[in-house]
């Protein structure tokens, strides 16, 4: 099938890009890398009488790392973030999960500003944002605004982004030396959303866990933060951390959709069990480090 009719609109600056959307109205929708805007046009299972094509504003490109932070610009391709070696070593939960959305043909066209702005509670990024405490930047004809990951999202496919503004960046905190990531996920093929998963974060100091953030996707209506899980977790000496126990304890307060990938019970006894894995890569590769 095809999209229905529409205006096409490719603005060369972020501002000229906001105009648009405050001229256009609610008629109108960002387009960023396409690959979940697109399918749905053509399906018949949205429609917009114009897009905004925001592809092709230099700004938007960008990847600035500075020692505390990398901000990732909206329209940078997923499979740039794959193959960037600078930002991998900054953020490494980030570069661990991208190899993990959808194919390589997918990759080659997503974006990050475009998953974040989607806001799928099975996605990769989103969870990612949410577990690193990233702050996404955005602007709107009020000017330049930004929303921490814990407010950001609001529902499946619902964010705190008004009609007019548009996603400009993510940025990723840099987490302190001693410090391991991991992601782990369960889905019916390699490729597909997956049923359930967790991104891992911990900083391991002389033995003992300083630090810790897991985050939970497909298990809500927006990735989750596992907060009742990394209190007990801080302070914790490694080889004393109870990988099961605290997978369980994760998950045990949430209740997840039932649909047709799988049942409520299931979501909960995968996303316990990638919990668990996900803490013991990162501290096998803490006692590595």
């Given at each position: 099938?095809?999209?229905?009719?529409?205006?096409?609109y490719?603005?060369?600056?972020?501002?000229?890009?906001?105009?648009?959307?405050?001229?256009?109205?609610?008629?109108?929708?960002?387009?960023?890398?396409?690959?979940?805007?697109?399918?749905?046009?053509?399906?018949?299972?949205?429609?917009?009488?114009?897009?905004?094509?925001?592809?092709?504003?230099?700004?938007?490109?960008?990847?600035?790392l500075?020692?505390?932070?990398?901000?990732?610009?909206?329209?940078?391709?997923?499979?740039?973030?794959?193959?960037?070696?600078a930002?991998?070593?900054?953020?490494?939960?980030?570069?661990?999960?991208?190899?993990?959305?959808?194919?390589?043909?997918?990759?080659?066209?997503?974006?990050?500003?475009?998953?974040?702005?989607?806001?799928?509670?099975a996605?990769?990024y989103?969870?990612?944002?949410?577990?690193l405490?990233?702050?996404?930047?955005?602007?709107?004809?009020?000017?330049?605004?930004?929303?921490?990951?814990?407010?950001?999202?609001?529902?499946?496919?619902?964010?705190?982004?008004?009609?007019?503004?548009?996603?400009?960046?993510?940025?990723?905190?840099v987490?302190?030396?001693?410090?391991?990531?991991?992601?782990?996920?369960?889905?019916?093929?390699h490729?597909?959303?997956a049923?359930?998963?967790?991104?891992?974060?911990?900083?391991?100091?002389?033995?003992?866990?300083?630090?810790?953030?897991?985050?939970?996707?497909?298990?809500?209506?927006?990735?989750?933060?596992?907060?009742?899980?990394?209190?007990?977790?801080?302070?914790?000496?490694?080889?004393?951390?109870?990988?099961?126990?605290?997978?369980?304890?994760?998950?045990?307060?949430?209740?997840?959709?039932?649909?047709?990938?799988?049942?409520?019970?299931?979501?909960?006894?995968?996303?316990?069990?990638?919990?668990?894995?996900?803490?013991?890569?990162?501290?096998?590769?803490?006692?590595?480090?």
């Open positions: 099938m095809k999209p229905a009719p529409f205006d096409y490719a603005p060369a600056t972020v501002e000229e890009a906001v105009q648009h959307l405050a001229d256009l109205g609610d008629g109108a929708k960002v387009l960023a890398g396409g690959q979940s805007l697109v399918p749905m046009l053509n399906l018949r299972l949205t429609r917009f009488a114009a897009l905004v094509d925001i592809g092709r504003v230099p700004e938007l490109r960008e990847v600035r500075d020692g505390q932070a990398a901000t990732v610009g909206a329209t940078v391709a997923q499979c740039e973030v794959e193959r960037d070696a930002l991998a070593a900054a953020v490494p939960l980030l570069a661990r999960a991208t190899p993990l959305i959808g194919h390589f043909q997918i990759r080659s066209r997503g974006t990050v500003g475009g998953s974040i702005a989607h806001a799928d509670p996605g990769e989103p969870v990612v944002a949410l577990t405490d990233a702050d996404i930047e955005v602007a709107g004809p009020n000017g330049r605004r930004t929303i921490p990951a814990a407010d950001f999202f609001v529902g499946t496919w619902m964010t705190q982004l008004a009609a007019d503004e548009i996603v400009t960046g993510v940025r990723f905190p987490w302190d030396r001693g410090s391991t990531f991991a992601i782990e996920e369960v889905a019916r093929r490729g597909d959303f049923i359930a998963g967790a991104a891992v974060g911990v900083t391991v100091v002389e033995g003992h866990v300083t630090r810790a953030a897991i985050g939970l996707f497909g298990m809500g209506h927006t990735p989750v933060r596992a907060s009742v899980a990394e209190g007990p977790l801080v302070g914790t000496p490694v080889e004393k951390v109870d990988t099961v126990e605290l997978g369980e304890l994760a998950v045990e307060d949430l209740r997840p959709p039932d649909d047709l990938h799988a049942s409520s019970a299931l979501r909960r006894r995968v996303g316990a069990a990638m919990v668990c894995r996900a803490l013991e890569r990162t501290l096998e590769e803490a006692g590595r480090g």
